[in-house]
């Protein structure tokens, strides 16, 4: 149809053994600056020390259909890296400030009496600690392997998922649009950005854009991979992506 892109390359298809991609949720939250309350330098040194009791792990964000699932499926392949299903229910906690509304509203009158107040705990050390018992939950189905998370969604709370998971790595991944379009609409889901060219257009810019903006700000946590990169140069692109994988979290890939 007119609205199709034809392009000359065939596209990538996801591996057998990867299930298939689930449907981004239908409402897409706006994009949104990391959050404020984010303190750079305390978040990093309590990260450095949740990094230093061991390895982190991965999520992989980045539009439907730009190949986040098979990317999952094939750094598995590794023995120390784990994947499994979308798990979804992170962009629910998360995408709202709940968390921290009540955080707020527990030390609002800064006295001791206070448990939080009078041990001095952080937002960023009270989100840790309810990511480091969601972390447990992964380890327990993974065998204590690093975990990989490939959720799509999960590209419009990045800045969330930081504070929650000190010790996580992003890898963002980029396909070309004119595949994604294609892909999301042969794809068969249901959502309306699957079923109408100009909303699966917009859907691919607001997942780059989101993945792109929040890269910027956080260079040394988010990285870039390009879909087109991996089917040309598989070898150098999984050598750098299992560095980045299993190196000791404060070390900036090279």
């Known amino acids: 149809g007119m609205n199709r892109i034809e392009r000359p390359e065939a596209v990538k298809q996801a591996p057998p053994s990867a299930p298939p991609v689930s449907p981004a949720p239908v409402n897409l939250p706006v994009n949104k600056e990391p959050p404020k309350r984010l303190d750079l330098e305390w978040e990093a040194e309590w990260r450095k020390k949740q990094v230093e009791q061991g390895l982190s792990n ?3 964000v980045g539009c439907p259909r730009s190949g986040t699932s098979a990317l999952s499926w094939a750094l598995a ?4 890296l784990w994947t499994s299903a979308e798990s979804d229910i992170l962009l629910y906690l998360f995408r709202t400030p709940w968390f921290f509304e009540h955080y707020q509203r527990a030390i609002a009158s800064q006295e001791d009496r206070v448990w939080l107040v009078k ?3 952080s937002y960023a050390e009270f989100a840790s600690y309810i990511g480091k ?3 447990l939950m992964f380890r327990s189905r993974s065998g204590d392997k690093i975990w990989v998370d490939a959720t799509p969604a999960y590209t419009n709370v990045v800045a969330d998922l930081m504070i929650y998971f000190p010790q996580a790595k992003f890898i963002h991944i980029i396909r070309d649009g004119r595949d994604v379009v294609n892909s999301m609409l042969a794809s068969g889901f249901a959502g309306p950005e699957f079923n109408d060219f100009e909303l699966a257009c917009k859907a691919w810019v607001h997942y780059v854009s989101t993945g792109l903006k929040i890269m910027r700000k956080f260079p040394d946590r988010v990285h870039e991979v390009r879909n087109e990169s991996l089917v ?4 150098k692109e999984f050598e750098r992506l299992y560095q980045l994988a299993l190196a000791n979290g404060m070390k900036q890939l090279a």
Do not use: Q, R, T
Request: charged share 25%; hydrophobic share 35%.
């Open 133 to 135: 018992g969601l972390d």
């Open 77 to 80: 392949e590794h023995p120390s």
């Open 58 to 60: 991965i999520f992989i």
């Open 232 to 235: 040309a140069n598989p070898e």
């Open 119 to 121: 041990h001095k705990v």
